[in-house]
Nanobody
C-alpha cells in the first residue's frame, strides 16, 4: 500500500523560504510521477510541480516557476519542494501526490489523474 507523508510546512514571512518533504513508502517508485498540488481556502486545488521519478524531468506551474524547485532522493524515497521568494498568495495546504506513469505518457497537471495522496501540510506566508 502506497503511503505519502508530507512535512515541512509552517509560517514564514514574504520573501522567505521553506522546504517541503514527501516521504513515500509501500512500493518501488521508479515508474512513478510525483506531484505537488496546493489548495487555498475557497479556491480549487491547483498543480504546483511534478517530477518523473525515473529520469528526473520536472514540470512547474507558471506561477511558481523560477521560485520553486522539485527534486527527489532515490535512496530516501523522498520528494522535495524547495520554495523560495514566497508570497502571501502561496498560502495554502500543500499536498504530495503520486501515480504510475509510462515513459511515453505525458505528465498530467490534473489532480484527478493521481491515485495516491498525502494528508497535506499547511504553508502560511505573512505579508
Amino acid at each position: 500500500q502506497v503511503q505519502l507523508v508530507e512535512s515541512g510546512g509552517g509560517l514564514v514571512q514574504a520573501g522567505g523560504s521553506l522546504r517541503l518533504s514527501c516521504a513515500a513508502s509501500g512500493r518501488t517508485f521508479s515508474t512513478f510521477v510525483m506531484g505537488w498540488f496546493r489548495q487555498a481556502p475557497g479556491k480549487e486545488r491547483e498543480f504546483v510541480a511534478a517530477i518523473r521519478w525515473s529520469g528526473g524531468d520536472t514540470y512547474y506551474a507558471y506561477s511558481v516557476k523560477d521560485r520553486f524547485t522539485i527534486s527527489r532522493d532515490n535512496a530516501k524515497n523522498t520528494v522535495y519542494l524547495q520554495m523560495n521568494s514566497l508570497k502571501p498568495e502561496d498560502t495554502a495546504v500543500y499536498y504530495c501526490a503520486g501515480d504510475v506513469i509510462q515513459t511515453w505518457q505525458r505528465v498530467s497537471r490534473a489532480g484527478y489523474e493521481y491515485d495516491y495522496w498525502g494528508q497535506g501540510t499547511q504553508v502560511t506566508v505573512s505579508s
